[in-house]
């Protein structure tokens, strides 16, 4: 039965993922696709920067689940050119 609780070995198999992710992400977003402004990318790391700090905290396994899933769903996003229109927060 899997957990329902991050142990500290989720937490280090999981590292590497989620850092992986947040520079890709920070990447992505610094390419200024469409029409964002300089202004409007900052904000962006911004909120982003919030978002892996909330998830930080999580302590549900399927939450942090989740978690990987929309970031996965929003890089796929960004790459394609589109930014995300609903707010994640």
């Known amino acids: 039965m899997a957990p329902l609780w ?3 070995q989720l937490c280090l198999i999981n590292r590497p993922r989620a850092l992986s ?4 992400l920070l990447r992505e977003i610094s390419k200024r696709p469409g029409d964002m402004s ?8 911004k909120d982003l920067r ?10 549900s396994v399927d939450n ?4 990987f899933r929309t970031g996965e769903h929003v890089l796929a996003q960004l790459r ?7 707010a994640y927060v």
Do not use: C, D, I
Not at 21 to 24: A, E, G, K, Q
Not at 38 to 45: D, G, P, Q, T, Y
Not at 64 to 67: D, N, P, S, T
């Open 6 to 8: 991050l142990t500290p």
């Open 38 to 45: 300089w202004a409007a990318a900052e904000s962006r790391k």
């Open 50 to 59: 919030m978002l892996f700090e909330m998830g930080r905290s999580e302590a």
């Open 80 to 86: 394609r050119g589109h930014l995300p229109e609903v």
């Open 21 to 24: 992710l947040y520079r890709n």
């Open 64 to 67: 942090v689940r989740e978690l």
